[in-house]
């Protein structure tokens, strides 16, 4: 059984930063590739990042280029999602997920390339 765990969400002004972590229990995250997705009230999930399985290969959505950074820590079973320069669109509840299989391309946006998901952090950014 696979559980993850977001941590780190909060309440910034735009322009400022947070750091998501993503904890990850059983003895396979380091095999998979793994993700962040967003949901603002009202819309769709998104994706926002991915990270291959070693860490070598990320992905990222436009909106987000340049501001965050996805990590891993394959020792720890932790991923991570550094955020800066947050904007008030970003405000959103934000996910962690894990690919749903081994051989997964780190650029797969899909939820449903991902098996396994927690239960959110939120992220609020005033204006």
């Known amino acids: 059984q696979v559980q993850l765990v977001e941590s780190g969400g909060g309440l910034v002004q735009a322009g400022g930063s947070l750091r998501l972590t993503c904890a990850a229990s059983g003895r396979t995250f380091s095999d998979y590739a793994m993700g962040w997705f967003r949901q603002a009230p009202g819309k769709e999930r998104e994706f926002v990042a991915s990270i291959s399985w070693s860490g070598g290969g990320t992905y990222y959505t436009d909106s987000v280029k340049g501001r965050f950074t996805i990590s891993r820590d394959n020792a720890k079973n932790t991923g991570y999602l550094q955020m800066n320069d947050l904007k008030p669109e970003d405000t959103a509840v934000y996910y962690c997920?894990?690919?749903?299989?081994?051989?997964?391309?780190?650029?797969?946006?899909?939820?449903?390339?991902?098996?396994?998901w927690g239960q959110g952090t939120q992220v609020t950014v005033s204006s």
């Open positions: 997920a894990r690919a749903r299989a081994t051989a997964q391309a780190t650029g797969a946006t899909r939820t449903s390339a991902y098996a396994y």
